[in-house]
């Protein structure tokens, strides 16, 4: 059974949700491998073989963790040209998504980016599903030339823990010089908001000009569930909430199993952005928003009177 590359996405060492569902995803395909690059391994391992990683390949070169993105595209161009994969997938975040675009141009392979779903091919390969077009429509597709490399957006598949051997390999280098030319002289950890990362999170609830700068009701009903916190562009541009937590075609693509829209009339800018939501909830003054059209369930009312009485109706079933 061939293998299949999962880049592990991780913060010194703690594995995202995001790699546990691309093990899941690999199993479908072949037998998953993990590639982890930069330090705290053994805090990953574990984690890694829980969910179905037969062999791990361990990167820890400063000549590829020091640099920003061209080096780990070689590290996988030169490990897909020893272990000849069935396929290569990846995280959809902006920076894995330009290390795939790097790669496919080194190993002169197709690029599928955005897939919500990922199976096996009716003739082997793989097969995948996008949404495109601000999640207009969803679009089949597969790789006709040299290893598929995916992208796979986040919560496109429920993690599912099978144990995996977890064999380790050390991966030695060699990087070249034109890799290096963006060197990382800083970083630091971005502060915990006691909230879960947005492009991650199984729930979401987001607020937009209904909510007149005022997120406090957002917020509330949001650590209720335990949920992320969105925006709209509109929310964002006013200054009410921060960019990092725009969703929309401008912002951060989410496809969480319940997303809350509050005060948001839903513009095809946002709907591009959370149109893949598995469970879609609107709250809204206005009849007539347009994000009526997408959802599940619709609430017409004041965010401001609706969702004190849900938070308060979560808080009672929770006892």
């Known amino acids: 059974m061939a293998e299949v590359l999962v880049l592990v996405d991780h913060t010194e060492g703690a594995v995202r949700k995001t790699t546990t569902e691309l093990l899941t995803i690999a199993r479908r395909l072949g037998e998953p491998s993990a590639v982890f690059v930069g330090t705290g391994?053994?805090?990953?391992?574990?984690t890694l073989a829980q969910y179905g990683a037969e062999k791990i390949y361990r990167v820890e070169s400063t000549d590829v963790t020091d640099y920003l993105v061209a080096p780990i595209a070689e590290v996988l161009a030169m490990i897909v040209g020893s272990a000849a994969p069935a396929a290569v997938l990846l995280s959809s975040s902006p920076g894995h998504k330009e290390i795939a675009?790097?790669?496919?141009?080194?190993?002169e392979s197709g690029l599928i980016t955005d897939a919500v779903d990922v199976q096996a091919g009716d003739s082997g390969g793989l097969s995948t599903t996008q949404s495109v077009f601000a999640g207009g429509f969803a679009v089949r597709a597969t790789v006709t030339k040299g290893t598929p490399i995916?992208?796979?957006k986040p919560n496109s598949a429920t993690p599912e823990a099978v144990a995996?051997?977890?064999v380790e390999q050390a991966v030695e280098v060699s990087i070249s010089e034109s890799a290096k030319g963006a060197r990382i002289t800083d970083s630091q950890?971005?502060?915990a908001s006691g909230r879960p990362e947005l492009t991650e999170a199984a729930i979401v609830v987001s607020g937009g000009r209904g909510t007149g700068g005022d997120f406090s009701k957002v917020e509330e009903f949001a650590d209720s569930l335990g949920a992320a916190v969105g925006a709209s562009r509109a929310a964002v541009d006013a200054g009410w909430y921060p960019h990092g937590n725009q969703i929309g075609q401008t912002g951060k693509q989410v496809s969480p199993q319940l997303y809350v829209a509050a005060g948001i009339s839903?513009?095809?800018q946002h709907r591009a952005g959370m149109q893949t939501s598995k469970t879609i909830i609107a709250i809204n003054k206005d009849a007539e928003a347009p994000i009526f059209e997408l959802v599940d369930f619709g609430v017409?009312?004041?965010l401001f009177t609706v969702l004190p009485q849900a938070?308060?109706?979560v808080h009672t079933a929770k006892g």
């Open 101 to 107: 675009a790097r790669l496919a141009i080194k190993i």
């Open 266 to 268: 839903g513009a095809i």
């Open 41 to 46: 391994f053994d805090g990953a391992k574990e």
């Open 189 to 191: 950890v971005k502060a």
């Open 311 to 313: 938070t308060k109706a």
């Open 164 to 166: 995996g051997a977890a």
């Open 150 to 152: 995916v992208t796979v």
């Open 300 to 302: 017409v009312g004041d």
